[in-house]
Structure formats: structure tokens, C-alpha cells
T-cell receptor, first 114, second 114 residues
Framework: DAGVIQSPRHEVTEMGQEVTLRCKPI?????LFWYRQTMMRGLELLIY????????DSGMPEDRFSAKMPNASFSTLKIQPSEPRDSAVYFC????????????FGDGTRLSIL | DQQVKQNSPSLSVQEGRISILNCDYT??????FLWYKKYPAEGPTFLIS?????DKNEDGRFTVFLNKSAKHLSLHIVPSQPGDSAVYFC?????????????FGEGTQLTVNP
């Protein structure tokens, strides 16, 4: 029973480079969420999708961040250009889209921008 | 504005004793509450939840209590086991926020000593 799959697990890159994080949600789930975890801000929601449509991107820190969900089984979070302050663990989660149902998380991507 | 707060960053208990983790919230629109457990280098794992129409939900060694008037919930683990050592996150959502959009607390590191 596959859970949420994220890749890569770790990414180290230099400032200014483009970074692409990938997520495969649980099959049959209609909602997908991107979170970022940092020491300063904890777990914060960046953006979420319902039925592949972005619903709320108010958590996206700035225009350097973008997210897409071209189909029900794949989503990307892109940072271009990357900066050292983007270093964090990025989690993807999926859910049924119904109220009172838990989200299920992937194991995250640990991103380090040098 | 931290709408979900876990005031204790850490808690240490002896194996076999009860662990009590606390969480407070400010948004009266929240009506569904969850606890997640997180081990290092893994994503948060759903543990237990409670709807605002209830004041208690039990699942094995885990019980969540909700006090709506005080805007407070707690997670009881009894008996505590060393494998319960992890970071515990409290989360909340509100009906009308398109399914299960969650707001997380800062987390509490639980250490269960053998």
C-alpha cells in the first residue's frame, strides 16, 4: 500500500540554481498539500490543490516559488532562483478532500542551498 | 498569529507512565483536531483525531480530549513506551476550508525513558 512518495529525499545545490521537488500522492486522493518545515516557522502550508486545481497559494513565500499539478498522480514544487533561506524540509501530503479526514505525509525532501 | 500552540517544547516521562501532551487554539472556527507523530527523517504520521462534536476519542493506548470552552486539547498516552519517543504535532482544521487544510502547532518532543 504505497503512501505519498517524494523525490529527491535530499537536495544540495548552489544559490541561484533551479530546484524541482516532486510528489506522487496516494492513489484516489483528491487533495494535495505542500508544506515547509523550518526551525523558525515550524510546519507551514505553502499551497494546496483540490482535483489538480490550486485552491490557496497564499503561503507561497514569493514569486520564486511555483507549484503545478498536471494530473492526479503528480505534483512539482519549483524554486527559481534558489536562495540559502529556502533551506528547509519540504513535505508533500495528500488527502481525500473531504472534511474531517486526515492528511497523509511523504517523508519529505531536505533541501540545502549553499 | 499562531492559531495553534503547543507551549511545551519537550516532555520526558518514564516507561509505563502516562504522557500528557497539550495544545491550545484560538480560532473558534476550528472543528476537527488531529495529532501527528514524527520520527527524525520521516514525515508526520497521523495518530488520532477528534471532531468538535465529541469531547473524547480513544484508540488503544492513545486518547484525545477536547475542551471546546477552553479551546484546549490534550493527548494521553498510557502506558508510555520507548518507541513513543518522537515529536508530536497538534493540528486543526475548519469546515469550509476546502477539505482538510490544517494548521499545525510547533510540536512537542516526547522522550520516554526505559
Amino acid at each position: 500500500d504505497a503512501g505519498v512518495i517524494q523525490s529527491p529525499r535530499h537536495e544540495v545545490t548552489e544559490m541561484g540554481q533551479e530546484v524541482t521537488l516532486r510528489c506522487k500522492p496516494i492513489s484516489g486522493h483528491n487533495s494535495l498539500f505542500w508544506y515547509r518545515q523550518t526551525m523558525m516557522r515550524g510546519l507551514e502550508l505553502l499551497i494546496y490543490f483540490n482535483n489538480n486545481v490550486p485552491i490557496d497559494d497564499s503561503g507561497m513565500p514569493e514569486d520564486r516559488f511555483s507549484a503545478k499539478m498536471p494530473n492526479a498522480s503528480f505534483s512539482t514544487l519549483k524554486i527559481q532562483p534558489s536562495e540559502p533561506r529556502d533551506s528547509a524540509v519540504y513535505f508533500c501530503a495528500s488527502g481525500t478532500g473531504f472534511d474531517n479526514q486526515p492528511q497523509h505525509f511523504g517523508d519529505g525532501t531536505r533541501l540545502s542551498i549553499l | 498569529d499562531q492559531q495553534v500552540k503547543q507551549n511545551s517544547p519537550s516532555l520526558s516521562v518514564q516507561e509505563g507512565r502516562i504522557s500528557i501532551l497539550n495544545c491550545d487554539y484560538t480560532n473558534s472556527m476550528f472543528d476537527y483536531f488531529l495529532w501527528y507523530k514524527k520520527y527524525p527523517a520521516e514525515g508526520p504520521t497521523f495518530l488520532i483525531s477528534i471532531s468538535s462534536i465529541k469531547d473524547k476519542n480513544e484508540d488503544g493506548r492513545f486518547t484525545v480530549f477536547l475542551n471546546k470552552s477552553a479551546k484546549h486539547l490534550s493527548l494521553h498516552i498510557v502506558p508510555s513506551q520507548p518507541g513513543d519517543s518522537a515529536v508530536y504535532f497538534c493540528a486543526a482544521s475548519a469546515i469550509g476550508t476546502s477539505g482538510s487544510r490544517l494548521t499545525f502547532g510547533e510540536g512537542t518532543q516526547l522522550t520516554v525513558n526505559p
